[in-house]
């Protein structure tokens, strides 16, 4: 594709719902990274994937985040339980083994937990 | 860990002068990339400018130059000729230059550029 797509762009839920949130990479790329930014800040790292494999998910802040990438394509991050605390836009990017180590990201989520 | 840092939240700069955006950061680590995306309200983040650590040469896109400073640890970006479109939040990002299993980006808290026409 053209670049990354993220669906759906807007999403709000009620506290203790489940989420899912999807991304689809540039064809071709073999990384997928999700990162979680609060209102104001930089982005923070979540999640990595390189093709099926998640390699790092170090920065999931709780076990209600899980994020999968079965075929190495497209990735889910699901939120089980949603608390406030977890709104926030949630971006996504990928890069391919000759992008140079740049990421290119997509539009992101914007999730509103009421 | 390593830790990136934007000092200035906010700058402003007149419609066509030149405006430096200051970054530093903290690694231990020889060989790595550095970036500077921009993110205006309410669109996605785009890559402005990607600079190898183990090349001096300071990279260039068009209007948008960095000056990269190894030992200092400082990697700076200026915008030339301002122009409207420019404003937005910028981010200074850095990255490992190891390939596998460690290829997240590191990002600042940002600065906000706002152009005065």
């Known amino acids: 594709g053209a670049g990354v797509s993220q669906s759906p762009r807007y999403k709000v839920a009620k506290r203790g719902q489940d989420v899912a949130l999807r991304c689809d990479p540039i064809s071709g790329h073999v990384s997928l990274f999700w990162y979680q930014q609060a209102l104001g800040q930089g982005p923070e790292f979540l999640t990595y994937?390189?093709?099926?494999?998640?390699?790092?998910k170090s920065g999931l802040p709780s076990d209600r985040f899980f994020a999968e990438r079965p075929e190495g394509s497209v990735s889910t991050l699901k939120i089980q339980r949603t608390q406030q605390e977890d709104s926030a836009v949630y971006l996504c990017?990928?890069?391919?083994?000759?992008?140079?180590?740049?990421?290119?990201f997509g539009p992101g989520t914007r999730l509103l937990v009421l | 860990a390593q830790t990136v840092t934007q000092s200035q939240p906010e700058m402003s700069v007149q419609e066509a002068e030149t405006v430096t955006l200051s970054c530093t950061y903290d690694t231990s680590e020889s060989d790595y990339y550095l970036f500077w995306y921009k993110q205006p309200p309410s669109r996605q983040m785009i890559l402005v400018i990607r600079q190898e650590a183990y090349k001096q040469q300071n990279a260039t896109e068009n209007r948008f130059s960095v000056n990269f400073q190894k030992a200092a640890k400082s990697f700076s970006l200026k915008i030339s000729d301002s122009q409207l479109g420019d404003a937005a939040m910028y981010f200074c990002a850095y990255r490992t230059a190891t390939n596998f299993g460690n290829e997240k980006l590191t990002f600042g808290t940002g600065t906000r550029l706002t152009i005065i026409p």
């Open positions: 994937f390189q093709n099926e494999a998640q390699l790092d």
């Open positions: 990017a990928s890069s391919g083994r000759l992008a140079g180590g740049a990421q290119y």
